[in-house]
């Protein structure tokens, strides 16, 4: 399973959330305190948003380890957002190791990342696609279940309208409800792990969801505070919210997502926790 963070608030540096803190992302792809297998190498992203320039979020990923990419250190020192999402990944279901399989995905102003696991995947694979629409289906450039379940969130998407962050909470609980029917029919009942966070610079829901009966969902924790300097002369360090899936920093603000609940976050309201699934 991989691990990733997430930041909304006042504009930050990318180091400040990936490679300064004690328990950064970065340290997380070598020494993961909350997995089984510490290691989380098999490739990287960061999506940032740059609203003065564009509503489309951009995006840099690797197949690299991010703790060895100076690429990524370089441009972490220089490059600010209010809106940032962060994976490092660990290959599962036997997908390949390829930048199309690289978190976070893109889809216009949509930003998608994925720590878990869509049960029996490759048994159900023919018969998620089957449930999409054209535009979603044409979205899909890998072969992770991640990937997958971001189409049918675009397809969620396509037909609500969403014009705010309840709507896309709403989104991402019909899908979830959507890929467990799939895998409930198709898939031998196999449990889905499914922390997701999706976004579009203004509005995100991030999920701590597991159908498992006999395991909990992946670890996810979340903070809001004033954790960070920003980076704007006279900005107050105010109004941050991280959701990463192990704490950052050994402040004893971070709190952890209750299982089967989401954080939805508007860029003008106060975070809500809401049940999922």
Not at 114 to 143: C, M, P, Q, W, Y
Not at 160 to 185: E, F, G, N, W
């Amino acid at each position: 399973m991989c691990r990733f963070t997430f930041y909304q608030g006042p504009p930050i540096l990318l180091s400040s959330l990936l490679i300064d803190p004690s328990h950064s992302l970065i340290r997380q792809s070598t020494s993961s305190d909350e997995r089984e297998e510490p290691l989380n190498g098999d490739g990287f992203g960061v999506g940032w948003y740059a609203t003065k320039y564009s509503d489309e979020p951009a995006v840099f990923r690797s197949i690299t380890p991010a703790w060895n990419n100076r690429n990524l250190h370089n441009l972490a020192r220089v490059v600010s957002s209010s809106s940032i999402f962060a994976h490092v990944r660990a290959a599962t279901q036997s997908s390949g190791v390829n930048e199309a399989n690289c978190h976070p995905f893109r889809y216009g102003r949509y930003l998608f990342m994925h720590n878990g696991d869509v049960g029996n995947f490759r048994k159900i694979r023919r018969r998620l696609l089957e449930t999409i629409g054209d535009e979603a289906f044409a979205n899909v450039f890998g072969s992770t279940d991640s990937e997958h379940f971001f189409a049918v969130v675009i397809d969620e998407l396509l037909k609500s309208k969403v014009k705010s962050a309840m709507d896309l909470a709403s989104a991402l609980d019909t899908a979830i409800k959507r890929v467990v029917d799939v895998v409930a029919r198709y898939g031998e009942a196999e449990p889905c792990y499914l922390n997701i966070a999706v976004g579009d610079g203004h509005n995100a829901v991030i999920s701590r969801y597991s159908n498992a009966t006999d395991y909990p969902p992946e670890t996810l924790y979340w903070y809001t505070g004033s954790l960070y300097q920003p980076c704007v002369d006279g900005q107050a360090a105010t109004n941050e919210i991280i959701v990463s899936s192990e704490r950052l920093t050994d402040d004893p603000g971070w709190q952890p997502v209750p299982p089967n609940h989401m954080v939805v976050l508007d860029e003008k309201q106060s975070p809500v926790l809401i049940p999922c699934g």
